[in-house]
């Protein structure tokens, strides 16, 4: 049998790497950053612990590339042509789709963001991503400066202020979150065309149920 070329083995090595990545999303979205253990994501991706520390030397590093990847996903919604009104729908819709899509990553991003201990990590890889996170502001200012808004600077932070509390919720309730029917709703905030089709499906009953959650029953 003839050896692999270079470029299997670097199949194989980015295929191995992502293995490992998911895993360790799964766990820390799971267990939380403190709980999570090399041998739980060991178990999980079905690798050796060796593997996994000669991609990546510990827990941090793992954390890092996850979070670094986080943040790109975040700023590239931002690249979206269009009018002013249609870009602004597209970031509500790209922001949403990927909640729905991505709990794992919003649920371990919120652990990070609201421990004080672990804060740092997410602080850390703002830090790395600086530019990105710069033009994003921008172009939301920007976005929001086409449209006539008065204060384009607090509209930015407002905006991200709702996403953010809708990314919060989502991952807390999950599957019982009314993402399609919040997305509608901040539509008529903005002052947006009512939607044609639906985003994200089956919303779940209106929110008696969210209470009835929080009441513990």
């Known amino acids: 049998m003839s050896p692999r070329s270079a470029q299997a083995n670097e199949v194989m090595r980015e295929q191995s790497r992502e293995r490992i990545l998911s895993a360790a999303l799964e766990v820390f979205s799971e267990k939380g950053y403190h709980n999570a253990t090399i041998s739980d994501i060991t178990a999980r991706a079905?690798?050796?612990?060796?593997?996994?520390?000669?991609?990546?030397?510990?827990?941090?590093?793992?954390?890092?590339?996850l979070l670094?990847?986080?943040?790109?996903?975040?700023t590239a919604i931002l690249d979206v042509t269009g009018t002013p009104d249609e870009r602004?729908?597209?970031?509500?819709?790209?922001?949403?789709l990927t909640?729905?899509?991505?709990?794992?990553?919003?649920?371990?991003?919120?652990?990070?963001?609201?421990?004080?201990?672990?804060h740092p990590l997410f602080a850390q890889a703002e830090a790395r991503k600086e530019d990105a996170v710069?033009?994003?502001?921008?172009?939301?200012?920007?976005?929001?400066a086409a449209r006539g808004a008065a204060d384009p600077a607090l509209e930015e932070v407002m905006l991200r202020s709702v996403l953010e509390g809708v990314i919060f919720k989502a991952s807390v309730y999950?599957?019982?979150?009314p993402l399609e029917r919040v997305r509608r709703r901040l539509y008529e905030m903005y002052?947006?065309?009512?939607?044609?089709?639906?985003?994200?499906?089956?919303?779940?009953?209106?929110v008696g149920r969210m209470r009835a959650?929080?009441?513990?029953?």
Do not use: C, W
């Open 68 to 74: 670094d990847r986080y943040i790109d996903s975040v």
């Open 213 to 217: 959650l929080r009441s513990g029953e």
């Open 134 to 144: 710069r033009r994003l502001e921008d172009g939301l200012r920007e976005m929001f």
């Open 99 to 118: 909640v729905a899509q991505s709990l794992p990553v919003q649920q371990m991003t919120l652990s990070l963001v609201i421990h004080p201990s672990t």
């Open 174 to 177: 999950q599957d019982q979150y």
């Open 46 to 65: 079905g690798v050796s612990r060796g593997l996994i520390t000669y991609y990546f030397p510990g827990k941090q590093n793992l954390v890092d590339n």
């Open 88 to 96: 602004l729908a597209a970031i509500i819709d790209g922001v949403l």
């Open 191 to 206: 002052g947006l065309p009512s939607p044609d089709t639906s985003a994200i499906q089956d919303d779940p009953p209106p």
